[in-house]
């Protein structure tokens, strides 16, 4: 790679480190190209001509949190002393990477009915990824004779994520909320979820 390149890329990089900093502590709506242009000490032209806008600066910040998070996946993948430790695993950290990036979803909020393919691509990704640590998990249980074999495990992974995604403060009255949590019920569906595990491991052993 050409030093030109490598100067492009190394840009590139800090004005998505600025930008997730921006759209962290006050969320998209309220972020401007201007205020990451100046957070960077550089000229809108030139911020624009690395990201044509500001939602397209958004997807690029996006595909790095999913990166990053599917990192810490892969580097857990077959180091699990147990069933449970992986579904508890998945849950905290799964809970701890929205918490951590609460703000920085508000873009999914305002945007429910309406999410561009390029989110909805990043998101399948995180579930395949999930699904596969799982699945692997429990395959090799079953392989050690430490499980029985009631399904396929992609199978009974999926159903473990349809329910835990399903979880809801409030029961039927969530209907009329929006899907995407509301900061103050995160800690109460996370403990729903870990009791999930409990019923769901017990079930499976």
């Given at each position: 790679?050409?030093?030109a390149n490598e100067q492009q890329d190394l840009k590139r990089e800090k004005i998505i480190e600025a930008s997730y900093q921006r759209f962290l502590h006050y969320g998209y709506s309220k972020t ?40 810490q996946l892969e580097d857990k993948a077959g180091h699990f002393t147990d069933l449970r430790e992986a579904f ?118």
């Open positions: 790679m050409s030093a401007t190209m201007n205020e990451i242009a100046g957070d960077l000490s550089m000229s809108k032209a030139l911020l624009y001509y690395y990201f044509p806008d500001k939602s397209e600066l958004y997807m690029a910040v996006m595909r790095k949190l999913a990166n990053d998070y599917l990192k508890l695993f998945q849950v905290n950290t799964h809970h701890d990477f929205i918490v951590n990036n609460y703000n920085f979803f508000d873009f999914f909020r305002l945007n429910e009915q309406n999410l561009p393919d390029t989110i909805w691509e990043t998101v399948s990704q995180i579930r395949s990824a999930e699904i596969t640590l799982l699945a692997d998990v429990i395959q090799t249980r079953v392989e050690k004779n430490n499980l029985k074999p009631i399904a396929p495990p992609l199978e009974i992974v999926e159903v473990f994520l349809d329910a835990l995604h399903g979880i809801k403060v409030g029961g039927v009255l969530q209907s009329k909320k929006l899907n995407f949590p509301h900061r103050e019920d995160l800690d109460e569906i996370h403990k729903k979820r870990l009791l999930l595990i409990d019923v769901f491991v017990k079930g499976l052993n």
